[in-house]
């Protein structure tokens, strides 16, 4: 039922899913691009709601497993955590694309960490480099926040001109030198897919000032900063943007590639949890 995801469907949502799963104080979300795993040491995984099991739409499942959400607890703190994401290229809905990061605003969440997976249109950054993001070019021709206006969420025309926290990406830059790798830092463009871009979409992209491309993300930034969390980004390029090398690109070389460079992006997540989440005890 669409209008389960107004402001007061989710606040339905958040309170049932409150009295379920008695989450501790939420420090923040988690955002798993597909694939890629994290641990951090201190939190306990716990348990693993699938997304059909928490939303009103209808999931795809993919090769017999779905989306999930992962409670991570240390004593009196939960991080939840997106195993996977939903995208508009699957055909969901921009509200339906947000809500994991609405119900964990509505939950408390201050802060979402996102990862995803991206091509490179900056020929310098190579497959297997992790890009700290800076910028985005909502390149999708959708807003989470078209429609009546959800004034319990936020304001109408939220302020993007810092949605990647500064301050955050500061400690992102520190957590990567001090795990002994170069991290690049770009912007990244958001497009619909599920294509991947032709080559001059991708001389096009560079001339609008895109590092990495990639078909996630930025939805579900829009609605985080609208609900005031704070947002930092890393993404993994997988590989050179269309036409950047002579090779066509595949799936399977994207997720060969992620596969291979996210020990990295594990160790900037452990981090990054670590920093802006001190363990306090
Ligand atoms: N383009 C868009 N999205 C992507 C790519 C790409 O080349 N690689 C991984 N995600």
């Known amino acids: 039922m669409t209008n389960e995801l107004t402001p007061a469907g989710l606040r339905r949502l958040a309170e049932d899913f409150r009295a379920r799963h008695r989450p501790d104080r939420v420090r923040a979300l988690l955002v798993a691009g597909s694939g890629l795993e994290f641990e951090v040491p201190g939190w306990q995984a716990g348990e693993t709601i699938p997304f059909g099991d928490i939303f009103p739409f209808p999931i795809q499942t993919l090769k017999g497993h779905s989306e999930t959400l992962t409670l991570w607890r240390r004593r009196e703190e939960t991080l939840l955590v997106m195993n996977g994401r939903l995208h508009l290229y699957q055909g969901y809905r921009p509200e339906e694309v947000v809500a994991p990061v609405r119900l964990a605003a509505l939950l408390g969440a201050e802060m979402m960490i996102a990862t995803n997976a991206t091509g490179a249109a900056d020929p310098a950054i190579t497959p297997g480099s992790i890009v700290v993001i800076t910028d985005h070019l909502n390149l999708q021709g959708r807003n989470p926040l078209v429609g009546p206006w959800a004034r319990e969420f936020g304001t109408q025309f939220p302020d993007m ?28 463009a958001g497009v619909l897919g599920p294509s991947f871009e032709t080559p001059a979409e991708v001389r096009m992209l560079r001339g609008l000032g895109a590092s990495v491309i990639g078909m996630s993300t930025v939805p579900e930034v829009i609605a985080a900063r609208h609900m ?44 990054l949890v670590e920093e802006l989440i001190p363990d306090q005890s």
Do not use: C, Q, W
């Open 161 to 188: 001109s810092r949605a990647y926290d500064p301050e955050l990406i500061e400690v992102a830059r520190r957590a990567a030198s001090a795990a002994g790798f170069e991290v690049f830092e770009g912007v990244y």
């Open 228 to 271: 005031g969390l704070r947002v930092v980004a890393l993404s993994l390029a997988t590989n050179p943007a269309a036409g950047i090398t002579a090779e066509p690109l595949s799936h399977e070389d994207v997720l060969e590639a992620g596969k291979a460079a996210a020990g990295r992006l594990r160790e900037l997540v452990r981090r």
